[in-house]
């Protein structure tokens, strides 16, 4: 079965400092991995994406997620955060190759910024 | 850019009635979900739909749950006889094909009292 691990729950990071949020996944193939993002009160939006290719995937906002094999991870960085980047952050993890994408979320990283 | 749209935003009931979500994924979309998210949790897969029927479904999606697209653009999920226990926030979802990614709606908070 299909699982994934934030193992941070809360991560707090002055603005215009760097972030990078974990996530391991564990799958029985090569699997494709998203990022979602959800602001209070707000639905999720896909930051990226990764199936296959270049194993450094660049999304919105400014993030990016480097896929490593060896070490079933799939973290999300930023270089330099923001004020609206305030936010809770999901990792997900979905089958490959059928027809029917069935994620499966992390418990999500909630991010707070400050000044 | 394209929505999905979810109404009502917020919907409060009483135990044992009947809810109905309503959802309007994007028009070209093929694919259809149910999720949901208890308060403080992580997001649960519930269903998806394909081709006017059941791709697949978690265990929590029981008998008490239906889901249907009544007319070619709404995609509805039914909850026949609301528990305490069904009170989330619930995530419609839709995507064009197999590795698009999904996109969501803004939900609907469901409150059972």
């Known amino acids: 079965a299909q699982s994934v691990t934030q193992p941070d729950i809360h991560i707090t990071v002055s603005e215009g400092a760097s972030l990078e949020l974990r996530c391991n996944y564990s799958?029985?193939?090569?699997?494709?991995l998203f990022w979602y993002v959800q602001s209070p009160g707000q639905g999720l939006q896909l930051l990226l994406k990764?199936?296959?290719?270049?194993?450094l995937v660049q999304g919105i906002k400014g993030f990016e997620a480097e896929f490593k094999r060896s070490q079933s991870s799939f973290n999300l960085r930023k270089p330099s955060v923001h004020w609206s980047d305030a936010a809770e952050y999901f990792c997900a993890v979905g089958p490959l190759g059928e027809g029917n994408e069935k994620l499966t979320f992390g418990t999500g990283t909630r991010l707070t910024i400050i000044p | 850019e394209p929505e999905v749209t979810q109404t009502p935003s917020h919907q409060v009931t009483q135990m044992g009635q009947e809810v109905i979500l309503r959802c309007v994924p994007i028009s070209n979309h093929l694919y259809f979900y149910w999720y949901r998210q208890i308060l403080g949790q992580k997001v649960e897969f519930l269903v998806s739909f394909y081709n006017n029927e059941i791709s697949e479904k978690s265990e929590i999606f029981d008998d008490q749950f239906s889901v249907e697209r009544p007319d070619g653009s709404n995609f509805t999920l039914k909850i026949r006889s609301t528990k305490l226990e069904d009170s989330a926030m619930y995530f419609c979802a839709s995507s064009i094909r197999q590795g698009s990614g999904y996109t969501f709606g803004s939900g609907t908070r469901l409150t059972v009292v």
């Open positions: 990764y199936f296959s290719g270049d194993t």
């Open positions: 799958y029985g193939a090569t699997p494709y």
